[in-house]
């Protein structure tokens, strides 16, 4: 039987490689080289050529320190870049006024769905829609799919470009951390504003994040907190002026970030305990941190009042509405918590944040994103005590987890599973490929199930194995490498011809170029079967959707 009816096709291989222990090549590079490559493969969004290189003449410590003050690192190219982007620099509120649909618009595309008779097919009504859009579109100065494009677009172009790339690691971490879904109402105008307060805080006090993201306004909205209101102010009509007339469809209360109504929650009248059960679940103490639903209601009466200002008139601001407070003392995980307004809140952000259950649980989180789906419980240990002993220093807690000998061990390398971001942004790092348009690149990560800012649980995305290892995501990866080094990716151009010469030992060259920690010896026999005869577009394209490179 000829040999390619034997051989096992390389996604079947790479499916069961991905769930293996990770096999390596049987020359790896030498141990320091190794190392560069391990560090560069979690530190950064994947190594290009000429980067071992580079880290090996600063040294190690030297270029790990520099990615851990990424304020001293200039970043031209990516700040020329983003300036094509029109929606990433205004304020919410510009970007309302430009980008949104015009109220008058909404109300008559009501009206017009209202008079469509029950008959009336899914692109009937989508027809209509497009109709009223475009007649109010001289109004506007683009549309609102734009704003949620040039955002996703900016977070790839930051990714493959930036020099701040430890930088952009972590602020990818903390989004998703403190995830907000960008399709509930007016909340894709209220992302840059999130992503930059992220961005002020991220390698700060954990405290100071948290407070910035208790007062944002897309985290308000898309938890529901803005709603959030004493029950005597609720009963007496009090609430905020925007529930009686919702210019972004929510005029009524109560859904929570999975749409359910007050009813399908339970909740009682004008309290809504979204916000308060994530902060302590999500964002401090974990599901384990030793709260009761008690606790969670005594948060939500003092997170009361914190709302959104403006957003009737399209310029949206935190704000602490006094008026809507529930006013009172509280205990919350045995502690007293005196009333006083805005200032409970505070108290509480301050109490979970220096909690020792909040420090353990960032810690575990920020060492499964950098070292194991499963860190080492001693490095955690050791990085929570640091996160208490310096008031919740960011920096000095990645620090700590980054240089520890557990992250530089062999026997964590190659263990991570790239999520589809990683895997797009890592090949393209790694062909060289020049990138005009980041568009279809977010447009393949979402084919991959991973949509960019479009992750409705607060959960945010996994950040482990099983979430990312299917047949189905292998043959979507195999395919975007394929269609990468063959130059079928919109915007983006490989010269595959330039990253080895043809002949005899391509795959060996090639996979050099490309995957410096090595291919193990059933993959590159497989690629090597199949290669026989290929250009070198298509050799190129079957190493970046090896097994080997789904890893990191």
Known sequence: MPRRQTRRPLVHVGLA?????????????????????????????GPRTGDVATVRALGLPGWIER????????????DTRLLRLETIRPTSAQLIEGY??????????????????????????????????????????GSPRQVLTELQEAKVLRAILGERQLDEVLVDFWMNHFNVYAQ??????????????????????????LLATAKSPAMLFYLDNWLSASPSASAGGRGPSALRRGRFGFGRPGRDAQGRSAEAQGRRRGLNENYARELMELHTLGVDGGYTQKDVTEVARAFTGWTITGLRQGRPEFAFEERLHDDGDRVVLGRRIEGGGEREGRSIIHMLATHASTARFITFKLARRFVADEPPPALVDRAASVFQATDGSIREVVRTIVTSPEFLAPEVRSTKIKSPLEFVVSAVRASGAKVADGRDLARRIADMGMPLYL??????????????????GLVAR???ALDLAAGRVGGVRVDAERLASGGPGLTDALAARLLPSGLSESTRRT??????????????GLILGSPEFQRR
Not at 20 to 39: E, K, M
Not at 67 to 78: A, V
Not at 463 to 472: I, K, M, N, P, R
């Open 100 to 141: 949104d649909i015009p109220p008058e618009a909404k109300r008559e595309i009501q009206r017009r769905r209202a008079e469509l008779d029950e008959g009336a097919t899914e692109e009937q009504r989508r027809t209509a829609r497009r109709e009223l859009v475009a007649k109010y579109a001289p109004m506007m100065e």
């Open 455 to 472: 992750q409705a649980p607060p959960t945010g995305y996994k950040d482990t194995a099983e979430a990312w290892v299917s047949t189905s």
């Open 478 to 480: 195999l395919n975007f």
């Open 184 to 209: 509930k109402g007016p909340v894709r105008f209220l992302l840059g504003e999130h992503e930059r307060a992220i961005r002020r805080h991220a390698w700060g006090r954990f405290e100071d994040l």
């Open 17 to 45: 490689v991905m769930l293996a222990t990770p096999v390596h090549g049987a020359t790896p590079p030498l141990a320091d080289d190794a190392t560069i490559v391990h560090v560069l493969s979690r530190l950064t969004w």
């Open 527 to 540: 690629i090597e079967g199949e290669a026989a005869g290929l250009e070198t577009a298509r050799v190129a």
């Open 67 to 78: 990615q851990l003050h990424p304020e001293r690192i200039e970043d031209r190219e990516i």
